[in-house]
């Protein structure tokens, strides 16, 4: 079983609407985690990362934490076309440990 | 801020020779170093953490004297593939860490090796 689990998607929402992505975890150490967005045939990009349980808002991303069902999720709201990336959640105790990404394509 | 750099962005290269990859800090000191390794439509695949002026560490299943790291500064690190064949083929990313537990990726280095 994998440490982390990504919802594999792909998904394909239109233009506007509101996008959720889910990443499980089993190691209890974990104790940051961040959320990358990554182009085609480019590196990740840091999107957000947070180290507690509660929701982190930054313009239209919001990360949700949940230790205690060991469960995070990345929402996007008013999703626009530049949005559409594949979205690797990640998370660290010692070193990172990735999801499998999930491929969000916004249809204009 | 947090700009990690590699070059090349792209390489061809003939079966048989070596090709080096470099990833750079821009804009601060990274203690910490990783290399990844992404097959398409696939997640990335840690190969090897390097602390500057150490050995690198490899994960399981990567040959070291295949794939060689070196973190020669704080700001430099180099990944070396030696007597590359077709199957290390692949896209090759670095990421860096100034000591806390923000990873800054770069760009990304795809290796065609025919």
């Known amino acids: 079983q994998k440490e982390v689990e990504q919802d594999p998607g792909p998904l394909s929402v239109p233009e506007g609407a509101i996008v959720s992505l889910n990443c499980t975890y089993s190691n209890s150490a974990f104790q940051y985690f961040m959320w990358y967005r990554q182009y085609s045939r480019k590196g990740p990009e840091l999107l957000m990362y947070?180290?507690?349980?509660g929701n982190k808002e930054d313009g239209r991303f919001t990360a949700q934490v949940d230790k205690s069902s060991k469960y995070i999720s990345l929402f996007i709201r008013d999703s626009q076309p530049s949005d559409s990336a594949t979205y690797l959640c990640a998370m660290r105790g010692g070193k990172s440990t990735f999801g499998d990404g999930t491929t969000l394509t916004v249809k204009p | 801020g947090a700009v990690v750099s590699q070059h090349p962005s792209w390489v061809i290269c003939k079966s048989g020779t070596s090709v080096k990859i470099e990833c750079r800090s821009l804009d601060f000191q990274a203690t910490t170093m990783f290399w990844y390794r992404q097959f398409p439509k696939q997640s990335l695949m840690l190969m090897a953490t390097?602390?500057?002026?150490?050995?690198?560490?490899?994960e399981q299943g990567v040959e070291k004297d295949k794939f060689l790291i070196n973190h020669a500064s704080l700001t430099l690190s180099t990944l070396t593939v030696t007597s590359a064949h077709p199957e290390d083929s692949s896209f090759y990313i670095c990421s860096a860490s100034g000591g806390g537990y923000e990873q800054y990726f770069g760009p990304g280095t795809r290796l065609t090796v025919t």
């Open positions: 390097s602390n500057e002026g150490s050995k690198a560490t490899y």
């Open positions: 947070t180290y507690s349980s």
